[in-house]
Nanobody
Framework: QVQLVESGGGLVQPGGSLRLSCAASGSVFSRNDMAWYRQVPEKQRELVASISSSGDTSYAGSVKGRFAISRDNAKNTVSLQMNSLKPEDTAVYYC??????????????WGRGTQVTVSS
């Protein structure tokens, strides 16, 4: 079982920055692929950024160049640095972990989410 706890959300003005953090416990963190998703009411949860166990990163087109995902395997944390924030970035942000069981099977775990509101 993997427990994920997000922190760092809040209210920020357009153009501002926030840094989200996710603390993981309960598994060998370095083996997990990690990601940040976001969701607004009445819309599907969307992938924002991901980082593999080997450190490869990928981003949604809407955040590329503004957001940066990173991980610290020594501290069992994954972070999302969000710059040049826009009102459309307003959402609940969720930390996600994909834990490999074997070459074919994995388990998915979610945090409870942290609210990010971009507004003047």
């Amino acid at each position: 079982q993997v427990q994920l706890v997000e922190s760092g959300g809040g209210l920020v003005q357009p153009g501002g920055s926030l840094r989200l953090s996710c603390a993981a416990s309960g598994s060998v963190f370095s083996r997990n692929d990690m990601a940040w998703y976001r969701q607004v009411p009445e819309k599907q949860r969307e992938l924002v950024a991901s980082i593999s166990s080997s450190g490869d990163t990928s981003y949604a087109g809407s955040v590329k160049g503004r957001f940066a995902i990173s991980r610290d395997n020594a501290k069992n944390t994954v972070s999302l640095q969000m710059n040049s924030l826009k009102p459309e970035d307003t959402a609940v942000y969720y930390c996600h972990a994909r834990q490999p069981i074997n070459n074919l099977v994995h388990r998915d775990f979610w945090g409870r989410g942290t609210q990010v509101t971009v507004s003047s």
